[in-house]
């Protein structure tokens, strides 16, 4: 026998078996007389509904936000979050007096109450039906207890409700009696959103709506992906006819997100609605960045020039290609819902500006390494947009607010130009950092680029603004040596620990949208990455009081530790010099551009350079009548280099080559006739010579002699220098090759995705990894040469500090430098650190201005924390009394043009009150969780730092 079932509160549509031959035609009709579910709100019960006005259009006003918030008005509209099933219990749920009549209910072929979940059909399974093959009928606009005088039956006795356990087709009701709202209102105040305004047809759960966003935030699914696992929740054979409603879904799915967004930056409490957003004012904007008038102190202006670095603010910016769009629909057909409202600038505005200004700014080529970022366009067939660019805080990587456009041709410097000056157009800021992976190309005539732009690009930056720019950590080992210290966030003062990676950090958790949003139109790709940059920023909201927690635990120890070893190294150094170390830092602090400490003083001289003073040698040398001169157009230390030159070109083992070499060691043996006697005598190494590849031969230098064939110790002494100088060519060439290839390999996992693209960048870097081992072989050529003439010459073994002996191991890029081996951090390969001038005191003027540099940012750092702890609960304090307010303003809610209505305005100032509450709340757990972070600074860390509140070890013990 069947049972009877009471209704549940989670699922869609009640999912039952079968019952043997039920009459469906003859089935009674019942009236659903729902009430709101119970939900809990400040410590009170009370009966919620939601309520949400759709446009006419994608691009309408969506005014009405007020149909978002919940009420406690039972009497006048029906409340229902969800439709049940009969899977589970509704007690809290129903109205009481309704689950008492569903119990007495009997539906056709149900005689026993025994029996509640399963029936047993005739066929020898169990089988699903549903309420609309029972005869059951859901009826709107009504409450409990009541029915209509005038249902409006669904288009075809039929309507699709999407949900989170299934597609499903429903008998529903519309009210018709005297004057009933819109059918879209009536499925609103029903909970269920309605794919259109018109007549619906279709609808989904506000559950399924949440259901979604939440998972695409946290798995980045698709909407296809996820409304095909609906379609298997329902059927998963494929036997049964399923409505098609993934376009309706999709629609819904983006309604809902920018509804969200209104709603939660209090679009719906304030008298001009959704009309009257402002550009950017629905970003989700950095509570520890400085914003003046919200969370610094009145007087911070005025703050002293040591302390006004604790008001910087730090950006970076960046490119994604990753994140490219396809030449898929157009802005004419897919307008986007939140023009400029949030993260991505307006698109019309930006259009006309790189219409007007796309050809007129001249890209020069990069001076810097070779930068893909500078001279490459990454532009592709078939592609709208190949990438983003953005602007975002460094410091807590969040995402700036109108910061993102979409780049066409690459990084284009017109493109950066843009969103830079729309980032910080609005920014009171009086010093701002500004990273940039290719800060040191794109920020030398940014301020001329500007004055050729739109007035309002113009940005201030004189005395009362400075700007600087720096390059991210992880990046700057791919620049030349000069960009090593001028752009470094370790030597540039006032910036801490600021890695200026922020920016790269924020892509992993976007990428994997690429998949998704490259194919979908310009409006709702915007409006999707909107959505998931407002969540990226929000997270990062939530874990701020644990991260600046974290980042305080692990400065103040290092502030400390770097002060006491800076310390002892000054005490063991002579205090003049000490002196002059600090005076010529403070220097290059103040003003990068006067000669640098950190590098050496003393250059070395490249193969050109001791060839010219060979040169000029050997002109006075001639003049006096003292010149070593054997053959009348090749001198002796032409002779030597051009030997070099043969040695490096051998590896090209042309026919050409060969007819170079015999053409030299005809004059070779001018100046060494000793060798030419030896070679002589040697015919069988003659003869192997001859046939030997050009690669092998051997040129018999000065340096591979053998002592028993006399040279002049004149020959010696040039190829000792030309060695010499050949050593430190070699080492500049293989720093450079190494930094060509970190870049490569960065850009190659950044932006390189497919076998082709793969395939193309790995011929590159073995181009590369090739000159890099080119380069190696010729340092350990000449430092070979160099031993070899030293011991001949007798010259003191001091040679071997200014060469070292370079292993396999040493031959390894720049890995990002976060500090020197005292604080524990990898040390770097000698190639990079070794300055080949020999000289002590050139070493420890660079080590101990390094060192000064290392505890100077781990001190500011500190201070930035402090400073932003503060910041982050003025900015609570602020939000959280703005939401106060609008629970008090309740004056001017009657929207132009609407119908007011009491429920409006009680779900307004409920929702107002909801939001007051949770800021208040994150401003506690802050202060809960810094509780001990003044004692822990003023003890130098020595006392624990996290509170019991912090520490939670939810794993269970077995």
């Not at 430098?817 to 002590?840: N, P, R």
Request: proline content about 5%.
């Amino acid at each position: 026998m069947a049972g009877r079932r009471r209704l549940g509160k989670n699922d869609l549509i009640p999912v039952i078996e079968e019952v043997p031959e039920p009459n469906v035609l003859t089935a009674p009709v019942i009236d659903i007389p729902w009430t709101g579910f119970q939900v809990r709100s400040s410590g009170d019960m009370g009966h919620r509904s939601h309520r949400v006005t759709i446009p006419n259009t994608l691009d309408d006003d969506y005014g009405d936000l007020a149909a978002m918030f919940q009420s406690t008005d039972d009497n006048t509209h029906l409340n229902l979050l969800t439709v049940p099933t009969f899977e589970e219990d509704v007690d809290d749920a129903v109205d009481p007096s309704y689950t008492t009549h569903m119990e007495e209910t009997s539906f056709p072929g149900h005689r026993s109450r025994s029996s509640r979940r399963s029936v047993w059909n005739k066929n020898g399974y169990f089988s699903k039906t549903t309420f609309k093959q029972l005869g059951y009928r859901f009826q709107l606009g009504h409450p409990a207890g009541e029915s209509c005088n005038s249902p409006i039956p669904s288009f075809d006795q039929n309507f699709t409700i999407i949900n989170i356990n299934g597609i499903h087709s429903v008998a529903l009701d519309f009210c018709g009696c005297n004057i009933p709202p819109p059918h879209c209102v009536q499925l609103l105040r029903f909970g269920w959103y309605p794919a259109t305004v018109g007549f619906p047809r279709s609808a989904a759960t506000y559950r399924v709506l949440k259901s979604y966003q939440m998972l695409s935030f946290e798995s980045k699914a698709s909407a296809f992906e996820y409304y095909q696992s609906l379609v298997r929740q329902t059927d998963n054979t494929g036997t049964v006819h399923i409505p098609d409603r993934y376009r309706a879904f999709m629609r819904m799915v983006r309604q809902y997100r920018h509804l969200k967004m209104l709603k939660r930056v209090g679009r719906g409490n304030d008298a001009s609605g959704a009309a009257g957003t402002l550009p950017r004012q629905c970003a989700v904007v950095c509570p520890a960045c400085p914003r003046p008038g919200i969370n610094l102190d009145a007087d911070w202006i005025n703050a002293p020039p040591e302390k006004r670095f604790l008001y910087t603010l730090f950006l970076g910016m960046d490119a994604n290609f990753r994140l490219k769009r396809k030449m898929v629909s157009t802005d004419a057909a897919d307008p986007g819902l939140s023009n400029g409202w949030a993260y991505f600038v307006d698109e019309s505005e930006f259009k006309d500006f790189l219409d007007a200004f796309g050809n007129l700014i001249v890209q020069e080529p990069s001076t810097c390494s070779n930068h893909n970022a500078v001279n490459k366009e990454r532009g592709k067939a078939g592609l709208a947009a190949s990438g983003v660019g953005t602007v975002d805080c460094t410091r807590h990587d969040m995402k700036h607010p109108a910061s993102v456009g979409d780049l066409q041709k690459g990084e284009r410097y017109v493109n950066m130009d843009y969103l830079f000056c729309s980032s910080v157009a609005n920014e009171a800021s009086v010093e701002v950092v500004v990273s940039y992976d290719i800060a040191c190309q794109w920020g030398i005539n940014l301020w001329e680029r500007l004055k050729k732009y739109l007035s309002w690009m113009r940005v201030n930056h004189d005395q009362s603004k400075s700007f600087r720019f720096l390059v991210p950590k992880f990046h700057l080992p791919a620049h030349v040596q000069k960009c090593q210290t001028q752009y470094s966030f370790n030597y540039n003062t006032n910036v801490g620990r600021t890695d200026g990676e922020g920016v790269e950090r924020g892509w992993v958790h976007i990428n994997p949208v690429s998949s998704s949003t490259r194919e979908m139109g310009p409006g709702s790709r915007r409006d999707t990455l909107d959505d998931h940059f407002g969540d990226c920023n929000w997270r990062k909201i939530c874990s701020l009081a644990t991260l600046i927690l974290r980042r305080l635990e692990n400065a103040v120890p290092q502030m400390v530790e770097h002060q006491e070893l800076h310390a002892a190294f000054t005490g063991g150094l002579p205090v003049p010099a000490v002196a002059t170390w600090d005076r010529e830092f403070s220097v290059w602090e103040a003003d990068t551009s006067q000669p640098n400490p950190l590098e050496p003083q003393v250059k070395n001289l490249s193969q050109d350079a001791i060839r010219k003073q060979l040169a000029d040698d050997e002109e006075k040398d001639l003049a006096t009548g003292t010149a070593f001169l054997m053959h009348e157009d090749i001198s002796a230390s032409h002779l030597i280099s051009m030997g070099i030159d043969l040695e490096e070109s051998q590896y090209l083992r042309s026919s050409a080559l060969r007819r170079k070499i015999d053409s030299w060691v005809a004059i070779q043996h001018m100046y060494i006739p000793g060798l030419c006697l030896a070679r002589t005598l040697d015919d069988d190494a003659q003869q192997s010579q001859r046939e030997a590849a050009v690669s092998s031969i051997s040129l018999h230098l000065p340096s591979s002699l053998i002592p028993s064939i006399p040279c002049d110790s004149r020959l010696l002494i040039i190829e000792l220098k030309l060695r010499s100088a050949q050593a430190s060519d070699s080492l500049d060439d293989l720093r450079e090759a190494l930094r060509i290839r970190s870049y490569i390999l960065i850009d190659k996992q950044r932006f390189q995705r497919g076998q082709i693209a793969n395939t193309r960048s790995n011929d590159v870097i073995a181009r590369c990894q090739a000159k890099v081992q080119a380069a190696a072989a010729r340092y350990r050529s000449a430092r070979l040469a160099f031993c070899a003439l030293s011991r001949r010459l007798h010259v003191d073994e001091g040679w071997k500090t200014k060469f070292p002996i370079l292993k396999d191991h040493d031959i390894r890029g720049m890995a990002a430098e976060e500090d020197d081996s005292a604080s524990g951090y990898k040390k770097l390969s000698w190639i990079w650190t070794h300055s080949g001038a020999g000289e002590q005191a050139n070493g420890l003027r660079i080590e101990w201005c390094k060192g000064r540099a290392h505890k100077d940012r781990w001190k500011e750092e500190v201070q930035l924390l402090q400073e932003e702890m503060k910041r982050v609960k003025k900015s609570l304090l602020y939000e959280a009394n703005v939401w106060d307010q609008r629970a008090k303003d309740t004056d001017n809610w009657s929207l132009p043009g609407l119908i007011w209505c009491p429920a409006y305005s009680e779900g307004q100032i409920a929702y107002a009150h909801e939001q007051h509450q949770q800021l208040l709340g994150m401003h506690r757990h802050c202060e809960e969780v810094w509780i001990n972070a003044d004692s822990f600074i003023a003890n130098n860390g020595r006392i624990e730092v996290v509170p019991s509140i912090v520490i939670h070890d939810d794993d269970e013990v077995v």
